[in-house]
C-alpha cells in the first residue's frame, strides 16, 4: 500500500494501469484512490483462452438409446433382441453380460468390453426384423451383399466429394482484430460443443472449399450464436451474408438480435418478409445489388428472381425442412454457388442421413444452458378438466400459455370455448391469414403480458422466444410430425422456471401405428439436447430415404442403419486407397471382475450408458473425457471401474496396432494379429529372443504370440495390462519414421507368420504352450 502511495504521488494525472487479479473495482479511503477493473470501463470481460476437447464418438450411438425389448446387431452374429444386462461367473471372476436373444430362442451373452461389436437396429422402414439364426451363415451372406451395395453407393459418393473438391469456395483469412472484439462482446460463457462447432466452421470457411455444414442443437443451445460468427467473418471478408427463415415471426425475431448483437460494428443490416412494406421492400433489394446491405434476413422471399447479390458469400438456413420443394430446389442451386450453413434442432431424415453419410458435413451442439430443465411432458386423451387444470397452474404462478389449434377456419369458436371454460384468463388468436401488421401487433402484446393464453396455428413453432410462457397445450398431437412437436415443446422452458408440455389426442379416435411411436418417441425423450434422438427415431419411423438417386433401404432393413453407414465408410475408404475398417475391434478377455457395482449406477440402462462412454473411447484424451463425466454424475470412482477404464486405455494402444485380440486362456495370454496389424517383425523376433521376455510364437497358430502368466501375478490385472502393454510397444512398426513406406512394404513381404518360421529354427522349445480357446454359442439349454 506505501509502494502505490509512494508510486500515485510522482503521477501528475492520478491514472494508473496495474496488471493483477481482481473481479470487481473498490475503493481504498485510505489513499483516496478508486480501482476499476478493465471490464468495467470497457464495458466486457476478457475471456480465457480454453482448450476445446477433440472427443471422437459415434454420432449414431451416441444419440441412440438400447432399451430391453429393442432389436440389436452384433457386427459378427446378426439381429437379436436385447435382453438387458447379465451377471455371470466366468473362470471364478464376475462379468457383465450384453444379452441377446437370437431365432429359436438361442441366446449369445457378450461381454461389456466387447460391446463395440453391438448396435442398436435402426431400419429406417419402421419395420420389425426377423432374427438371425445362430450357427449359420446366412447372416454373412448378408453382409457380403450389403458391403457390395456399400462399394457402389461409395463409388457415387467419391463422385459427389471430387465435385465438391474441384469447386472453390470463398477463401478466408485467419480472425482479425475485430473478430476477436465481437467474440468477446458475447454476454454469455460458451459451451465446449459451441467452440467446436465454431472451430469447425472456420476450419472449412479458411480452407477455401464450399462449405455445406449442419449446426444440429435444440432451441435455446447456442446456434445463432454460432452463425452469428460465421456471418461476421464473411462481412470482414468484404462478404454479403444472408439469413434464411421458414416464417415471418422468426425472421423478424433473428432481425432485431442481429441489429443487437452486431450495434457496435459498422455493419448494415436489413430484412425482407411481409412484416416489411413494398416500399421498404423495393429499396432493401436495391441495396443488396449495389453491395450497400451487408447482412439481410428474411423469409423464402430471398429466394425470389428479383433478388441480386452483388457479392454473396455465405447464407444460414435456419430449419431448412420447413421450406416447400420449390424453395428446395432453389437452395440446391445455392449450394453449389456459396457457403452455406444449415442450423437445426431437428433435421429430416433425408437431412440427417446426408450428414451421417460424409455427404455433408455436421456439428452437434448437445451441452445445455445453465440452469436449463427439462419440460415436463403429458401425452393423454383429451379432456376439459385436464385443459382447465394446466391452465389454472399457469395463471397462478403468472404465467402465460401458448394453445396450438392448427386449423384456422375454427380457431376464433375454440378460442370462444377455452374463454368458457377460464372466463379469467385473457386470450388472444394468431394465425397465418392475418396481415403483418395484426400479427406483429398481438405478438408484441402476448411479449408485453397483455394476454394470458395464446391460441395459435404452427405459425409459433419456430422462433417465438418468450420466457414467462411456460405451458404448452397441443390439440390433436396425433397429426403433427415428431420434429414439429418436439419444435413446439421447445417454445417453452426457456428459462429456470420448470415448464408443461401437454399434447392431446381426441379420445374417441384409434391412433395409427405410426402415430403412436411419435408420441411415444416426444414422452420418452423429454431430457435436455434431445433434438438429435428425435431426428434419429424421426429416421427410425419415416425411413432414411432416397440418399443418392437409388433405393439402399432394402440393405438398410437387412443390417440395420448403422452397420450400413460404417460399410459406407469403410467402402469409401477402400476407394480412397486407405485401409481403415471403420467396425474393426479388438477382442479383449482378461480374467478379471469387470462390472460396475450396483451400489454406484444401480439402473441398468444407465450402466450401459458408462460402458458404451468407455468402451467406445478412440484416445485417451476421450477416455480422461469419460472419466471426468462419471465422477461429476456418480461420485468417486470405485476400484472396478477404474480396472474397466484401464482395460479401455489398454485397448486404445491394441486398436491403434490393429491386434486382433487379447485373450487369456488357463495359462497364458495370447495375442493374435491380423495381417493388417503394424508391426515390425524383426521387433518381433528381437523380442522372442530376448531371454527374459518370455514371449514366444503360438506352434499351432502362426500369427499368435503367446505370454505365460506368472502364477504369482494371476490375479493381479496391473501387472498383465502392464505386460501387454510392454510387449506391444516393443514390437509396434515406427509410425512416424520417414522410412514409413519401406517399412510397410518390407511387412507386407514378410508376414509375422513367415518370421515364426524363420525364427523357430532357433527358438527354444517350450513344454507348456496351449492351444488358443475357440469361441462358443451359447444357447439356451448351456
Request: proline residues 2%.
Amino acid at each position: 500500500k506505501e509502494e502505490i502511495k509512494n508510486d500515485y504521488s510522482k503521477n501528475e494525472n492520478n491514472f494508473y494501469i496495474i496488471t493483477t487479479q481482481s473481479s470487481s473495482g473498490f475503493i481504498k479511503d485510505d489513499i483516496k484512490t478508486i480501482f476499476l477493473a478493465d471490464w468495467e470501463v470497457f464495458g466486457r470481460k476478457r475471456k480465457k483462452i480454453r482448450k476445446i476437447p477433440k472427443v471422437n464418438r459415434n454420432l449414431i450411438e451416441v444419440f441412440v438409446d438400447l432399451n430391453v425389448g429393442d432389436y440389436a446387431v452384433h457386427v459378427n452374429y446378426g439381429i437379436g433382441r436385447y435382453l438387458g444386462l447379465t451377471r455371470k461367473m466366468s473362470n471364478g471372476k464376475e462379468k457383465d453380460y450384453i444379452t441377446l436373444e437370437y431365432a429359436k430362442g438361442d441366446k449369445l451373452y457378450i461381454p461389456v468390453e466387447q460391446m463395440n461389436f453391438v448396435q442398436k437396429y435402426i431400419s429406417g422402414q419402421g419395420e420389425s426384423p426377423k432374427l438371425t439364426l445362430l450357427g449359420g451363415s446366412s447372416w454373412d451372406k448378408i453382409k457380403s451383399k450389403a458391403r457390395e451395395d456399400a462399394l457402389a453407393t461409395a463409388r457415387e459418393l467419391i463422385k459427389l466429394y471430387a465435385i465438391r473438391s474441384n469447386i472453390r469456395g470463398n477463401v478466408y483469412g485467419t480472425d482479425t482484430q475485430w473478430q476477436d472484439d465481437f467474440e468477446a462482446s458475447f454476454n454469455y460463457e460458451e459451451t465446449a460443443d459451441q467452440l467446436r462447432a465454431i472451430n469447425d466452421i472456420k476450419e472449412d470457411m479458411e480452407s477455401g472449399k464450399m462449405m455445406d455444414r449442419l449446426i444440429c442443437g435444440d432451441v435455446g443451445f447456442g446456434k445463432t450464436e454460432v452463425a452469428f460468427r460465421a456471418i461476421f467473418k464473411a462481412i470482414m471478408a468484404g462478404k454479403q451474408c444472408a439469413m434464411l427463415c421458414p416464417t415471418t415471426i422468426l425472421s423478424h425475431q433473428h432481425y432485431n438480435n442481429a441489429k443487437s448483437r452486431f450495434e457496435d460494428f459498422p455493419i448494415r443490416i436489413e430484412v425482407l418478409n411481409r412484416f416489411v412494406t413494398s416500399r421498404q421492400a423495393k429499396r432493401n433489394k436495391e441495396l443488396l445489388k449495389n453491395g450497400s446491405c451487408d447482412l439481410i434476413v428474411g423469409t423464402h422471399m430471398l429466394l425470389s428472381k428479383d433478388i441480386e447479390f452483388k457479392n454473396l458469400g455465405l447464407i444460414v438456413i435456419d430449419e431448412e425442412q420447413r421450406f416447400g420443394v420449390k424453395h428446395k430446389e432453389a437452395l440446391k442451386r445455392l449450394r453449389l454457388e456459396t457457403d452455406v450453413l444449415t442450423l437445426s434442432a431437428t433435421p429430416i431424415p433425408r437431412t440427417l442421413n446426408m450428414a451421417l453419410t460424409g455427404i455433408r458435413d455436421i456439428s452437434i451442439i448437445e451441452t445445455p444452458p445453465l440452469n436449463r430443465i427439462p419440460v415436463k411432458t403429458f401425452v393423454t386423451e383429451f379432456s376439459e378438466d385436464a385443459v382447465v387444470n394446466a391452465i389454472e397452474r399457469e395463471l397462478k404462478r403468472e404465467g402465460q400459455i401458448f394453445y396450438l389449434y392448427n386449423r384456422i377456419d375454427t380457431i376464433e369458436s375454440f378460442a370462444l370455448m377455452i374463454k368458457k371454460l377460464c372466463p379469467k384468463a385473457r386470450i388472444c388468436v394468431a394465425h397465418g391469414r392475418m396481415t403483418g401488421s395484426q400479427l406483429e401487433k398481438i405478438m408484441e402484446d402476448f411479449i408485453n403480458y397483455k394476454y394470458d393464453i395464446l391460441v395459435s396455428t404452427t405459425i409459433i413453432e419456430n422462433g417465438i422466444d418468450i420466457p414467462n410462457a411456460n405451458t404448452i397445450l397441443i390439440d390433436n398431437a396425433n397429426k403433427l410430425g415428431l420434429s414439429e412437436l418436439y419444435q413446439l415443446r421447445g417454445r417453452v422452458g426457456r428459462s429456470d422456471r420448470e415448464a408443461y408440455a401437454y399434447m392431446f389426442y381426441p379420445s374417441d379416435l384409434a391412433l395409427t401405428e405410426v402415430a403412436y411411436k411419435r408420441l411415444e418417441a416426444i414422452s420418452e425423450h423429454t431430457d435436455l439436447g434431445a433434438g438429435f434422438k428425435i431426428a434419429m427415431r424421426d429416421l427410425e419411423i419415416r425411413g432414411a430415404g432416397n440418399i443418392l438417386g437409388k433405393e439402399q433401404s432394402g440393405m438398410i432393413y437387412q443390417v440395420g442403419y448403422e452397420l450400413y453407414t460404417q460399410m459406407l465408410e469403410e467402402a469409401a475408404n477402400e476407394y480412397k486407397g486407405e485401409i481403415k475398417e471403420v467396425t474393426f475391434d479388438t477382442v479383449i478377455d482378461l480374467k478379471h471382475n469387470l462390472f460396475i457395482p450396483d451400489s454406484y449406477i444401480s439402473d441398468s440402462k444407465e450402466k450401459i450408458s458408462a460402458y458404451k462412454l468407455i468402451m467406445r473411447s478412440q484416445s485417451n484424451e476421450d477416455i480422461d473425457y469419460a472419466r471426468d463425466f462419471i465422477i461429476d454424475k456418480y461420485g468417486k470412482l470405485p476400484k472396478e471401474l477404474e480396472d474397466i477404464l484401464d482395460i479401455a486405455r489398454i485397448k486404445v494402444i491394441l486398436k491403434r496396432v490393429r491386434i486382433l485380440s487379447v485373450i487369456e486362456g488357463q495359462y497364458n495370454i495370447y495375442i493374435k494379429l491380423d495381417k493388417h496389424s503394424k508391426i515390425d517383425t524383426d521387433k518381433v523376433i528381437n523380442l522372442i529372443n530376448t531371454s527374459n521376455s518370455g514371449v514366444y510364437f503360438d506352434k499351432d497358430n502362426l500369427n499368435q504370440l503367446i505370454v505365460p502368466v506368472i502364477y504369482e501375478k494371476e490375479n493381479d490385472l496391473d501387472w498383465k495390462l502392464e505386460k501387454i502393454k510392454n510387449i506391444i510397444l516393443q514390437i509396434e512398426g515406427d509410425l512416424n519414421s520417414k522410412n514409413n513406406e519401406e517399412d510397410k512394404e518390407k511387412n507386407n513381404k514378410m508376414s509375422i507368420a513367415e518370421a515364426n518360421l524363420k525364427n523357430n529354427k532357433n527358438s527354444k522349445k517350450r513344454t507348456f504352450s496351449r492351444k488358443t480357446p475357440k469361441l462358443i454359442k451359447l444357447n439356451k439349454n448351456k
